[in-house]
């Protein structure tokens, strides 16, 4: 998530990092997800303007722990926002299963299952759903007239050795943790409402004329989908990949220039890192009010400008493709996506960001602050802007350290490692060690990365 680097700048000079404060909370321990999720495949419609679609979900859940399993917890991360009241994500009937406690402010629902699911074996639960973009200026709600659904799709929710896990909703951030699944969605709407989305996507025009069958299908964590008064303008990249811009009819300049920025931007990153992983790349123009722009697989929102639509790009490497905590490690991800931005998703690299070394912030734990979890960041998020800044400066410290070409291979083969898994700081930080030794520790202490919190 880019959320408004010029904010978080602005935000961090205010809340002064150098002035004394109470500790930092702890992230907790970081565990490997289960990857209980299946699939997903999902029907829906929409008879108005796009902002309500109905429909059913099925989602084919396995069991990927060691020990039977009795319930399932799904993620309807669409009624964080605004909560329960009135709800934007609405679970009328299941399938599979019964529907028992609905929490977190409505964004977690338990499904009891007629009878203990063995491990390695699979379940279908097939959800009736009702989603309404609420009227918010958010990835999950709209912008100039567009409707978007961020999250709104119905997930099943984190579980790993522990047991399951249901973080709540970050307004500024990340709790959103998936495994790796198939996703196939047919979206059913007016002529007059295009749909864009994750994935290969196809529009079909149904008897009569009036309607159309926009389908896509795509192996990810996520899916979103956005329907609107938008056009469209193409291009593609000198590898193939199809790219496709969108905005509202009237802003034409908006169009092409993020049409141009993604492009570029695909370019650069695929000459340091695998290719990005699928045939098609979709952006939408719509300036959120928490500024910026999300992320989500295949598909991103943009403020228009050149650095937010770089760094969403290169989200599709980290969080996408390579996964991770994103509630209790925010700056795994969000760090490697703003080296990214800033060092390999343009012809020329520019200049460090502004970031906050260890021996000059006056907070608890100065050496392992940056790696806060979202429980911290949510109530100061002044403070965030060292989850993405500081990084960027550790890492070109680590390149300078163990030389370009040995840091590029250990960029790329993290990538190739772990492709639709799940990347742990941790294991980050082995990587580098790996390749450079212990003299590596003392780049991530120097930047608040050090491991302990």
Excluded at 91 to 108: D, I, N, P
Excluded at 379 to 407: E, M, S, W
């Amino acid at each position: 998530m880019s959320i408004g680097r010029r904010l978080l700048a602005l935000l961090a000079a205010l809340v002064a990092l150098t002035a004394a404060a109470a500790p930092a909370s702890a992230a907790g321990r970081v565990e490997t997800p289960y990857r209980d999720a299946v699939s997903y495949a999902a029907d829906l419609t929409t008879v108005g303007d796009g902002r309500t679609w109905t429909g059913t979900e099925k989602i084919v859940v396995k069991n990927a722990g060691r020990k039977p399993l009795d319930r399932v917890w799904l993620r309807l991360w669409g009624n964080g926002p605004v909560g329960c009241s009135p709800r934007a994500v609405t679970v009328t009937a299941v399938e599979g299963g019964t529907k028992r406690r609905l929490t977190r402010r409505c964004s977690a629902l338990e499904i009891l299952l007629p009878a203990p699911l063995a491990p390695g074996l699979t379940t279908t639960l097939t959800l009736s759903l009702s989603i309404t973009a609420p009227d918010i200026q958010d990835r999950f709600g709209s912008a100039e007239g567009i409707f978007l659904f961020g999250n709104a799709l119905p997930v099943v929710a984190q579980r790993d050795v522990r047991g399951w896990q249901l973080p709540g909703y970050s307004q500024y951030g990340e709790s959103f943790v998936s495994s790796w699944a198939a996703f196939d969605l047919a979206f059913h709407h007016p002529v007059s409402i295009p749909v864009a989305a994750s994935g290969t996507t196809t529009t079909t025009p149904d008897p009569g004329g009036a309607t159309a069958t926009t389908t896509t299908a795509i192996q990810a964590r996520d899916a979103f989908w956005a329907t609107g008064p938008m056009t469209e303008v193409t291009g593609q990249t000198k590898r193939g990949t199809l790219v496709r811009a969108w905005s509202t009819p009237e802003a034409v300049a908006d169009r092409k220039e993020v049409l141009a920025q993604a492009v570029g931007a695909l370019e650069e990153i695929e000459r340091h890192l695998p290719d990005y992983p699928y045939p098609e790349f979709d952006v939408v123009v719509a300036r959120i009010e928490a500024g910026g722009g999300m992320e989500y697989p295949g598909i991103v929102l943009t403020d228009g400008s050149d650095d937010v639509t770089r760094h969403e790009t290169g989200h599709q490497w980290f969080y996408g493709l390579v996964g991770d905590d994103q509630y209790r490690e925010p700056w795994v991800d969000e760090g490697l996506t703003s080296f990214i931005e800033y060092t390999w998703s343009s012809p020329s690299e520019k200049p460090l960001p502004r970031c906050y070394p260890a021996s000059k912030i006056a907070l608890g734990g100065p050496s392992t602050f940056a790696t806060n979890s979202m429980e911290y960041w949510n109530t100061h998020v002044g403070q965030y802007i060292v989850a993405y800044n500081n990084p960027v400066c550790a890492l070109r410290d680590l390149r300078k350290l163990i030389g370009r070409g040995k840091f590029g291979r250990v960029m790329h083969d993290l990538v190739e490692s772990y492709a639709t898994g799940f990347l742990s700081s941790t294991a980050l930080r082995r990587a580098f060690r790996e390749a450079g030794g212990r003299r590596t520790d003392a780049v991530w202490r120097r930047w608040g990365l050090a491991p302990g919190r």
